[in-house]
């Protein structure tokens, strides 16, 4: 029972400190599509989110699955889409 | 699941990991960006397919398709629509959605694994102990960041109030939310055998931690929800790492982890350059608070000087260096493009032009790189705090356009300011200052700026764009 949360703990505090090595002194120009990046991998819990609607039937688990889809989806798509936007006016000079 | 699907599947997520590692790094360096971020959706879609595989046999797609396509429609459609001045809006409701969405996959979790097989037992004896308590703790954050966030959006697009809605004892009743919330979701994990019981514990812990984002955010000034936006981010990639430790999935630890990561680094830079404590700025009430309050007293202005835009002109006309200082104001009047107008004018009559920029200026860190970006001026014209500061002495023309606070040289000087130590942008060591402003009111923190009554500056009233476009009008008639 202990072991996959153990592991579980090893990894979450090995990855805060990537986190903060891979993104330490991040420019200003980069602070919004760095926040709207980082929040669309946020998005990442979608992968819970097909876990719970595998099956065909109307049940209470697979519709709020399914919502649970749709709004990951939502942050996903969104989150890459419009930080996109914002990286691609970086990119052309005045 | 064979066995030689469970290691390509374990395999795709080591590489989807790998990806997110990889984008998040070259996300943080101006030339590689916009690489960073294809990078770090290609490893998104890479966790859907490998999770995909993975569910490959028991699988009905139906309902994945549903939610798969509805999401990215709307998604999309967001994406494309947004304009860049309400950036800080779209981030603020987009990192609900992933909050919520962490929520909902834990309670149906819930539903798969306890009420619809009906079975009897404590969630606890059932899923394990720790995915019990991490189911509950996914619910709590999920639903703190999405209520926090929804509130977020509406004081940024203005459907609320920014001033910070003071509730008596709001403390206090923060506190016993938050205990009630855990004893809540401890003694669904351990408590209740009965699955009915059990969901609607279920469903009262989520009313109550959306009760609680609600609690939290709305003391909060509307100056201060950058930090805000900034720590939701944070708590939305704590929500997935939580939803992580639920189905047992590493690549939801690392991902949510870094994110959580990155929420904490913009966060604490935010901070800084407020001079503002974490712990203050989420106490709220700054902006509406009794100190605020008692220098308001002094809040009227005796010896201000106004100006018109072709007064303003021949001041333009005749220097050789001219600093702009956008702020909010200038994502209100989406005046981006009439500045770039102006300054492309200036440059032509060999004048010099540079941008300041403070690391707070707009409702969200970087707003005005994003907004000034959007109008094609270059972004190394663009001079952060601690560099462009020294060369205000040297300067001819400083045109304010929109920003109060962090311009105001009382930051510098009055002890008893309640903005005392923030770092500012010292505008008024140059010659002249035009301040470009629809009113005298007040910024944010709710006080004087002391910069509007010096000899050296002048206020030219009205909407940033209408100034800018006049200012534009009388240098093209100056030159013929």
């Known amino acids: ?4 949360l153990l592991v579980g703990l090893y990894v979450f505090v090995l990855s805060v400190f990537v986190g903060f090595e891979v993104i330490n002194k991040v420019p200003p120009t980069l602070h919004t599509p760095l926040m709207s990046g980082a929040n669309a991998i946020s998005g990442i819990t979608i992968v819970g989110a097909l876990y719970t609607a595998q099956t065909a039937d109307v049940t ?23 930080t996109d936007r914002m990286l691609k006016m970086f990119g052309r000079k005045g | 699941m064979s066995d030689t699907r469970a290691v390509v599947v374990a395999l795709i997520y080591l590489l989807s990991a790998t990806l997110f590692v990889f984008g998040l790094k070259r996300l943080a360096r101006v030339r590689t960006a916009r690489q960073g971020n294809t990078i770090s959706a290609v490893a998104m879609l890479l966790a859907v397919v490998g999770t995909l595989v993975e569910l490959n046999l028991v699988s009905d797609y139906r309902w994945i398709v549903a939610g798969i396509l509805v ?15 309400s950036m800080p809006e779209m981030v603020a409701i987009l990192n609900g959605f992933g909050g919520a969405a962490s929520a909902l996959v834990a309670i149906s979790i819930y539903w798969v694994d306890v009420a619809e097989p009906g079975k009897a037992g404590t969630l606890a004896s059932i899923m394990g102990g720790s995915q019990a308590v991490t189911a509950f703790l996914s619910v709590l954050i999920g639903g703190v960041t999405f209520s926090g966030s929804v509130v977020a959006y509406a004081k940024l697009n203005g459907s609320l109030p920014g001033r910070p809605i003071l509730l008596p004892g709001r403390h206090v009743l923060n506190v016993a939310l938050l205990v009630l919330s855990m004893a809540m979701g401890l003694f669904f994990a351990y408590g209740i055998g009965d699955p009915v ?7 009262g812990l989520l009313a109550a931690s959306l009760v609680l984002g609600v609690l939290l955010v709305i003391p909060i000034g509307g100056a201060d929800m950058p930090v805000v936006v ?5 708590y939305s990639g704590l929500a997935a790492c939580a939803t992580g430790f639920v189905i047992g999935n590493n690549l939801l630890i690392i991902s949510g982890a870094m994110v959580g990561a990155a929420g904490i680094i ?15 700025v989420v106490m709220g009430g700054f902006g509406g608070d009794s100190s605020a309050a008692a220098t308001a007293g002094s809040q009227e202005y005796t010896s201000t000087r106004s100006a018109g835009a072709e007064e303003a002109a021949m001041v333009l006309e005749a220097a050789r260096k001219v600093v702009v200082v956008p702020g909010y104001g200038l994502a209100v009047a989406q005046a981006q493009h009439a500045v770039r107008e102006l300054g492309d004018l200036l440059k032509k009559r060999g004048v010099e032009v540079l941008y300041a920029i403070h690391p707070v200026a707009g409702r969200m860190p970087g707003h005005m790189n994003v907004l000034l970006a959007e109008a094609d001026i270059p972004y190394e014209l663009l001079w952060e705090m601690e560099k462009i500061n020294p060369e205000f002495r040297d300067t001819d023309a400083v045109i304010v356009l929109g920003a109060n606070d962090v311009v105001n040289p009382a930051a ?14 010292e505008v008024h060591h140059a010659k002249t ?23 050296n500056t002048m206020m030219v009233f009205g909407d940033a764009k209408k100034v800018l476009q006049e200012l534009i009008g009388e240098l093209k008639q100056l030159s013929s």
């Open chain 1, 1 to 4: 029972m202990m072991g996959p």
């Open chain 1, 60 to 82: 209470v688990s697979n519709v709020l699955g399914c919502a649970a889809i749709a709004l990951a989806m939502i942050n996903v798509v969104g989150g890459y889409l419009v």
């Open chain 2, 71 to 85: 999401g990215s429609a709307v998604g999309a459609i967001l994406a494309v629509r947004v304009p860049m001045t």
């Open chain 2, 197 to 203: 019981r059990g969901a609607a514990m279920m469903w």
């Open chain 2, 230 to 234: 900034s720590l939701l981010n944070s």
């Open chain 2, 266 to 280: 913009l966060t604490r830079i935010m901070c800084d350059a407020m001079n503002r404590s974490l712990p203050s």
């Open chain 2, 412 to 425: 510098m000087t009055k002890k008893d300011s309640p903005i005392y130590g923030m770092p500012i942008l």
């Open chain 2, 433 to 455: 200052v035009f301040v470009v402003k629809r009113s005298l009111g007040a910024g944010y923190a709710g006080i004087k700026n002391e910069l509007f009554e010096q000899p």
